[in-house]
Structure formats: structure tokens, C-alpha cells
């Protein structure tokens, strides 16, 4: 918030981009970091500023319920899991997903109906996108699974109000360096930022600026991380009010966090983020609360099409206040919102659904408890609705 002005002045000297006459109330941009340990070659783009609303549209007050007398704006910020939309272009006939949309009349926006309300309702909506939006041909070709989206499917993103996707995981670079540049490129155009380990995402809410660095944990590299991931965080709180760091890491079915997560998980709130988010193993894990900042092991899956009847379809959106005032950020309290990823429960139509029935929300909360033994800063109790 405090630094926005000094910001956007330093990337329009560094980087030849205009300053709008207006702050818009949303912004994105993609700031460059050093070379991270992705797979893929670091983008040769130089950072680009990207408006959601145009420079000389005026800039819309705060809400009012979103201000305290002090001054202090609350923002809320909504996480979700796995997204993966589309198919694998190699194998013949439809995909399950273009099966799914054939079922709903042609109709793409239908995967976000049951959440649609919520993410319209916070002040930013996070993702892992785990795929690509490209028409590039296949480049992992000895891969079991490749997925791709035609660009278009990026309007599923931009209705469904997700505002930003970490863009740092096994997926991403399945189509090769034209398919990821692509994604990207269709991903601003949309105005929805993207991060991984060699960029930053900044978003822009009510002047507060939230940057987002993304990271793939290899059990080779967790070392190097160790390293990395705080001297990038320290970088990015120097500039930007929030700073949340997701990871893709763990094991693939796990319902709990292993030792190096644990590990890097903390050091990474040690060196200033505010939230750290965690993603891959496709089930929920425990949240553990770590000097005031929260530490959100796995958010499952959100709407993943990689498969048409997983053996847990349960899930949750993390949703977490923070308060912004003049010097400090504080954490202001969380809830989950215990979801299936199907709007079904005999097979997966991709479509994200809050469960309304008790006994399905108990059972995801009683998960979460029975899995945070050994944690040591685990929250013992996990609000379905705020305090």
C-alpha cells in the first residue's frame, strides 16, 4: 500500500512502462526473479504491468465495512487446490472433460457455479493451475498424463473471479516453452497474474499490494530452497505489503505434511512471508499456525479433470483475513469451506461444491484433526464460519 507509488515509478523507469493516470482499485503485474529451480528456461519477457480496468477509469473507494476507524483495511483472500481443466490432446475421442461439457450444453463456466459467490465476495481468489492453455503440440510426450486447454478456457478463470494462479508445478511445462509462454501470455491478457520460481506476481486490492512466489520442492533441491526461499521472501517484503509463498511439494496421496515440508514451510514464515499455501498431493492436509501466520500444508484438489472418480473427492477453501494498517500486517483469523470437488458424489464433474449436509463437514474437519497429531503448532480447531 505504502510503497505502491514507489513501485509502479521504478518499473516505469527500469522497464519503459507507462504509469496509468489513475490507480485502478485491481492491478497485476510479473516481476522477474533470478532464475529459480523450475524445469523450465527463465522467460526472456520483460516484466509487464498489467491493468485490470483501464488507466483512466477512476479509482474506486474502499468499501466501507472493509474500514476500521484506524485507518485498518481488512482484505480477505480465498485458496483452493488443483485446478486442471481440459485433456490429453494424444489420446483419441473426447476427454472426460469435454465429455463433462457436453453434458452441460457447451456451457464452460459451469465448473464455478457452486463457488462463484465466494470468490466474488473476497478480495482475492488463488488457484494452482496445473496445466497449460495452449494449442502447442505435446512436448513431455513419454508422459502417462499431459494437459492442455484451448486459451479461450481461460474465461473459466476470469468469470469464475480467480484473480491469480501459481504457475510452478509438473504440469505446466507439458507442452513445452511455446505452451507455458502461451499460458502466460493468455493469463495476462485475461488479467489474472500468474508466479513461479523465477517471477513474481503482484497483485494490487484497495492500494494494498500482495506478491505471490511460487516453488516446486524436489527432495534433491529442498537445500537449495532452504536458501533461496528466504532470501526471495525477505526481497519481496521490502516492497510489497503481503507476501504469500506456495509450494508444490510432498508426496502425491499424502494426508500429511512430511519432515522437509515442515521445514520449509517454517523457514519460509521465519524469513517474513505472511501465509504459506501447499499443493500436489491431490488430498488435504492439516494447517498449522506458526508465529501468528498460517502454514496450509495441502487444499487437495479444486476442480481437476485428470480424473472422473477419485477415491476422495473431499476438499476445502481456505479463506483467511488479514488486517492492513500504516506499518503492520496482522493475521485476523481463518475458516474452511469443506467442499467435494464434484457437484456429484457417484463421479467427478469437475464443478467445486460446499457441502451443506453436517455430517460431510464433520467428516472433513475430523480428517484434518486426526491428521495434525505430530504437528507442533497445529490449529486445534478448524471454523466453518468466521468468528
Not at 97 to 104: G, V, Y
Request: with cysteine; net charge negative; hydrophobic share 35%.
Amino acid at each position: 500500500m505504502k510503497k505502491l507509488l514507489l513501485i509502479l515509478l521504478t518499473l516505469s523507469i527500469c522497464c519503459g512502462v507507462c504509469l496509468p493516470s489513475a490507480l485502478a482499485d485491481e492491478e497485476v503485474s510479473i516481476i522477474d526473479l533470478d532464475p529459480g529451480i523450475s524445469e523450465t528456461p527463465s522467460p526472456e519477457a520483460t516484466p509487464a504491468v498489467n491493468p485490470k480496468h483501464e488507466a483512466e477509469e477512476p479509482a474506486p473507494s474502499v468499501p466501507l465495512e472493509k474500514v476500521f476507524k484506524d485507518g485498518t483495511i481488512q482484505l480477505v483472500i480465498t485458496a483452493g487446490g488443483d485446478m486442471t481443466i481440459g485433456g490429453d490432446v494424444r489420446k483419441r475421442g473426447d476427454s472426460l472433460f469435454t465429455r463433462e461439457l457436453k453434458r452441460q450444453d457447451g456451457d464452460v463456466h459451469f465448473l464455478m457455479r457452486n463457488v462463484r459467490e465466494i470468490f466474488e465476495s473476497d478480495d482475492m481468489s488463488i488457484v494452482n493451475f496445473e496445466g497449460t492453455l495452449t494449442t502447442a503440440p505435446v512436448y513431455k510426450t513419454n508422459n502417462q498424463f499431459v494437459f492442455s486447454a484451448p486459451p479461450e478456457y481461460v474465461e473459466i478463470l476470469k468469470q469464475g473471479s480467480i484473480e491469480a494462479v501459481a504457475l510452478e508445478n509438473n504440469h505446466v511445462f507439458d507442452h513445452g516453452q511455446a505452451g507455458l509462454d502461451e499460458t502466460k501470455a493468455t493469463l495476462e491478457k485475461a488479467g489474472i497474474v500468474w508466479s513461479d520460481s523465477q517471477s513474481i506476481g503482484v497483485y494490487t486490492v484497495n492500494n494494498v499490494t500482495i506478491a505471490m512466489l511460487t516453488y516446486q520442492q524436489y527432495r534433491e533441491k529442498v537445500e537449495e530452497l532452504l536458501v533461496k526461499v528466504p532470501q526471495d521472501v525477505q526481497n519481496a517484503k521490502a516492497l510489497y505489503d503481503i507476501v504469500i509463498v506456495s509450494f508444490h511439494w510432498g508426496q502425491e496421496l499424502d494426508y500429511k505434511p512430511n519432515k522437509n515440508q515442515i521445514k520449509l514451510g517454517r523457514t519460509t514464515i521465519d524469513a517474513g512471508a505472511d501465509l504459506v499455501l501447499g499443493h500436489h498431493s491431490h488430498r488435504v492436509n492439516p494447517i498449522e499456525k506458526y508465529k501468528d501466520r498460517y502454514i496450509v500444508y495441502s487444499l487437495g484438489n479444486f476442480s481437476f479433470a485428470g480424473n472422473n472418480k477419485p477415491s476422495d473427492m473431499s476438499t476445502f477453501l481456505f479463506q483467511v483475513r488479514f488486517n492492513v494498517k500504516a506499518d503492520t500486517i496482522e493475521t485476523a483469523g481463518f475458516r474452511i469451506i469443506p467442499s467435494r470437488i464434484s457437484s456429484k458424489s457417484d463421479y467427478n464433474d469437475f464443478a467445486p461444491t460446499p457441502f451443506t449436509d453436517q455430517r460431510l463437514i464433520d467428516n472433513v474437519v475430523n480428517m484434518l484433526l486426526k491428521n495434525s497429531k505430530g504437528l507442533d503448532y497445529a490449529v486445534d480447531y478448524y471454523p466453518v464460519d468466521w468468528d
